[in-house]
């Protein structure tokens, strides 16, 4: 109607269709703010179509940098993002492939072997976070190694386990082994994985397990709430320290109950003594 009638004013319109005046010149004027936003939007979007062609292997960051000097007012970081999503020109980010979980084994196929479990256990101290791998002989329960390093690692674990099994060999037990541990990734790490194969076997098993690692988490809060926590330990240097005393502690001067009350370090000798007979 307005088209056919240039002359008559909006005010005089809305009388006419018995409309509110504010509401028809709300719309007339956010029809022309959204043509506005189209238009801008459409230039904006070619803008960056054209540096993207220019530049194939540029992510939105570096386009947005690049479109700065070029379009006034500059388009914002995320706009160019999300037009670069519209026009299918982002570049795939690169997504760190994990490996598989590894299930854990039942007890029936575990294979033949002296079982020697190891895990790692988190501990805050006043100086950061840090981390105890312990390395413990089921057979006798001693505690044969504590590692305590910063961070987790494969090659932190690697010299764990090594380090404990060498308390073996230098008491004379070679027998090959099953090493026992949980999921982690510094466990299923190739590195790891190609030690525990030179020493026997490896499997993951869980706490729930009959004879899995629920034997190692006893010993994981020994270590902590008998051990660490009591000390008031303030840096890593500390825990090292300490951790030397905590193990002749644990295997000379603590009773276990499921060795009939003896000492594990005493039981881990009677083996020896037994296997050199053998």
């Avoid at 703010?33 to 054209?50: F, Y």
């Avoid at 790692?120 to 089921?138: E, F, K, S």
Wanted: glycine share 6%; hydrophobic share 40%; charged share 25%.
């Amino acid at each position: 109607m307005l088209e056919d009638h240039p002359k008559l004013s909006l005010s005089k319109f809305a009388s006419e269709v018995e409309r509110p005046y504010h509401v028809l010149r709300d719309a007339r004027q956010n029809a022309e703010r959204s043509a506005q936003r189209t238009e801008r939007c459409q230039h904006v979007l070619e803008a960056v179509r054209l540096r993207a062609l220019e530049e194939p292997l540029s992510g939105y960051r570096l386009i947005y940098q690049a479109l700065q000097d070029v379009l006034r007012p500059a388009p914002g970081l995320h706009t160019v993002r999300r037009c670069m999503v519209e026009l299918k020109v982002q570049r795939p980010v690169p997504r760190k492939k994990r490996r598989p979980a590894v299930n854990p084994t039942p007890v029936v196929l575990w294979p033949a072997g002296r079982r020697i479990q190891i895990d790692a256990t988190r501990l805050r101290l006043p100086d950061g976070i840090c981390w105890a791998y312990l390395v413990l002989d089921v057979e006798s329960r001693a505690l044969l190694h504590i590692e305590v390093v910063r961070q987790l690692s494969a090659s932190s674990a690697v010299t764990a386990l090594q380090r404990g099994v060498h308390v073996l060999h230098h008491l004379g037990i070679h027998d090959p082994l099953l090493v026992m541990t949980d999921g982690g990734s510094d466990f299923t790490s190739g590195a790891f994985q190609a030690a525990c194969q030179e020493l026997g076997n490896w499997v993951r098993a869980k706490v729930s397990q009959k004879g899995g690692m629920g034997i190692l988490e006893r010993l994981n809060r020994t270590f902590k709430y008998d051990g660490v926590f009591r000390e008031e330990l303030t840096d890593i240097a500390q825990l090292r320290a300490f951790s030397t005393k905590f193990r002749d502690w644990y295997n000379s001067g603590r009773r276990h109950s499921s060795l009939g009350y003896a000492y594990p370090w005493v039981k881990l000798l009677a083996a020896t003594e037994s296997s050199n007979v053998a």
